[in-house]
């Protein structure tokens, strides 16, 4: 009976991973499809100019979306620490479809005026707001879901599908042009097609999620006042916590940026591709970044979180001027994408744990505030506005700069890392903390979270 139970449970364990995680992809889906499509509808929401000033001005906006990030982060955060994951997590799932809607159905900028991009805008910081909330309570659910010893690999699949979504944008891009679609007719009217595909596909990530099994480290946490779940005021009681959240995000998430949403517009702008060729290497590239988190996450079970941390601050900071450089000369499509897949491999020691290294920051009543907000932030900061502050160099004819920009940021993360105690024993079960029955690993005792 003992069997049949385990079993059991493992079956519903791996069912929330699963559910949850495909209604991660449909959420970031929405998101993602704005800058795999900006090439193409970027003219039919600004007046006419050049390419770069257009581009320009819709990474502004995309930008601008990052602002919500934070003020998502802190109310699904709350939702989720006070009222359950799985509530938090339908809820910002409705929001992101308004948004998707609301741009598949926008008038063009010569058919309303100024009040195409003022439409645009709306959607796009609505959209802001609920995948600011998305990041927080998604790490939270996957790594309270999973089993501590396979921490690791199972909160890899958060960005798994972050950048299956991506692929999936690209793919959609892909079927669109070269089987359906004629580029003159994209940059018309079929860009909207993705955006419609996105509202349609949140009616199954809202089934999904109202089907989920809540953790089991929320519904069984000790008693706790209600007003200190997901509270700001608790929040302030780790400050380290917050810091470490922050440090290391802001090198990740412009890194990710860079090599995922940024570089097709690099590839095209810079390194004079042509936009089908830097589509189907980009493609390709996510694929195999894709196919790398899982890998690095399960490596993190059995090594911890800390080498990978700092393997990818090593390579980033080292690796990422002479990367960028290279990526901008012209030259044989193997070679870009070869460079790009060494890329994704430094980025993948970030990107695979981000989940879970700050999930063992937080205990249960504060994790997914914990991890939302100060993640937001760092992002809205460096991640969203990483495509303008490229291309504004690109326009003073100093391009060089983001480069060592990129490598900068990276190299504040890695300080972070190196500061860092392991924290792969940490128990997301116990609100004290509590860790006094878990043995050392590699000669650390597990970290706990400050008090």
Same mark, same amino acid.
């Given at each position: 009976?003992? @069997? ?104 063009? &900028? ?30 939270? &659910? ?129 390194? @004079? ?101 100060? @993640? ?24 060089? &700069? ?26 997301? @079960? ?22």
């Amino acid at each position: 009976m003992e @069997h049949a139970n385990g079993e059991k449970i493992s079956r519903r364990r791996l069912k929330a991973i699963f559910s949850g995680s495909v209604g991660n992809l449909v959420e970031w889906y929405d998101w993602y499809a704005f800058s795999a499509f900006s090439l193409y509808f970027s003219a039919s929401f600004f007046p006419s100019g050049d390419t770069t000033a257009q581009l320009l001005q819709t990474a502004g906006i995309f930008a601008l979306g990052f602002l919500m990030r934070p003020i998502g982060g802190w109310m699904f955060g709350r939702i989720a620490d006070k009222m359950g994951r799985k509530q938090s997590m339908t809820l910002s799932v409705l929001l992101m479809s308004l948004g998707s809607l609301l741009i598949a159905l926008t008038p063009t &900028y010569q058919t309303v005026g100024i009040v195409a991009p003022i439409l645009l805008l709306t959607a796009r910081l609505l959209q802001g707001l609920s995948v600011g909330g998305e990041y927080g309570v998604s790490a939270t &659910y996957l790594s309270e879901m999973a089993t501590r010893s396979r921490r690791g690999f199972y909160s890899s699949f958060l960005y798994f599908t972050l950048i299956g979504a991506q692929l999936l944008a690209l793919g959609i891009q892909l079927v669109l042009l070269k089987v359906l679609l004629t580029e003159a007719e994209m940059m018309a009217w079929g860009w909207r097609i993705p955006f419609v595909i996105g509202a349609v596909l949140s009616i199954v990530a809202l089934y999904l999620r109202q089907n989920l099994d809540e953790t089991a480290a929320f519904t069984s946490q000790k008693v706790k006042p209600e007003e200190l779940r997901g509270s700001l005021k608790v929040l302030w009681h780790y400050p380290r916590s917050v810091l470490k959240v922050v440090g290391l995000t802001l090198g990740g998430t412009l890194a990710f940026y860079t090599l995922t949403t940024y570089m097709p517009k690099f590839l095209v702008n810079t390194g @004079h591709m042509t936009k089908g060729t830097a589509t189907n290497i980009c493609f390709l590239a996510l694929l195999g970044f894709a196919a790398m988190q899982p890998v690095f996450g399960s490596l993190s079970d059995r090594i911890g979180r800390r080498p990978l941390l700092i393997g990818f601050g090593v390579l980033g900071a080292l690796g990422s001027v002479p990367l960028l450089t290279a990526l901008s000369r012209p030259t044989v499509p193997w070679v870009t994408l070869l460079l790009l897949l060494l890329a994704s491999v430094a980025v993948s020691g970030y990107t695979s744990i981000s989940a879970v290294v700050k999930s063992e920051l937080f205990p249960v009543e504060i994790r997914a505030l914990g991890i939302g907000l100060p @993640h937001a932030l760092s992002v809205a900061v460096f991640g969203g506005t990483a495509e303008y502050i490229a291309l504004w160099c690109k326009g003073i004819g100093h391009e060089s &700069y983001f480069y060592w920009y990129v490598s900068g940021c990276i190299a504040i993360s890695l300080l972070v890392s190196l500061m860092m105690d392991e924290t792969r024993l940490t128990s997301l @079960h116990d609100t004290d903390g509590s860790e006094a029955d878990l043995p050392e690993f590699a000669g650390v005792r597990p970290v706990l979270p400050e008090s």
